[in-house]
Nanobody
Framework: QVQLVESGGGLVQAGGSLRLSCAAS????????MGWFRQAPGKEREFAAA???????????DYKDSVKGRFTISRDNAKNTVYLQMNSLKPEDTAVYYC???????????????????????WGQGTQVTVSS
């Protein structure tokens, strides 16, 4: 069982930056693929970024096209924490941001879709990000 707690959200002007953190409880954090999703009012939850273990025994990062070059996902396994550095924020980035986790080796598919919310088993409570114009 993994518990996830997000922090770092807030109100920022367009063009500004925020750094979200997601602290995970439990053991073997390094064995989990981690994702950031977001949900704006009246819209479905959507993928933002993910960090996953892959070929070559290294972590890979995936990003939603609209955040590429502005957002950076990273993780510190020693601290059981995953981060989302968000730069050049836009009003359309306004949403509740959720952290999600899935233990490697537990996917039903050999080729999971890391951008799909259904692939993740554990979720945090979310942190609000508001970008003013």
């Amino acid at each position: 069982q993994v518990q996830l707690v997000e922090s770092g959200g807030g109100l920022v002007q367009a063009g500004g930056s925020l750094r979200l953190s997601c602290a995970a409880s439990g053991r073997s954090f390094s064995n989990y693929d981690m994702g950031w999703f977001r949900q704006a009012p009246g819209k479905e939850r959507e993928f933002a970024a993910a960090t996953r273990w892959g070929v070559g025994n290294t972590y890979y990062a995936d990003y939603k096209d609209s955040v590429k070059g502005r957002f950076t996902i990273s993780r510190d396994n020693a601290k059981n924490t995953v981060y989302l550095q968000m730069n050049s924020l836009k009003p359309e980035d306004t949403a509740v941001y959720y952290c999600a986790a899935r233990r490697r080796g537990t996917y039903s598919s050999s080729n999971p879709d890391y951008t799909a919310a259904r692939e993740y088993d554990y979720w945090g409570q979310g942190t609000q990000v508001t970008v003013s114009s």
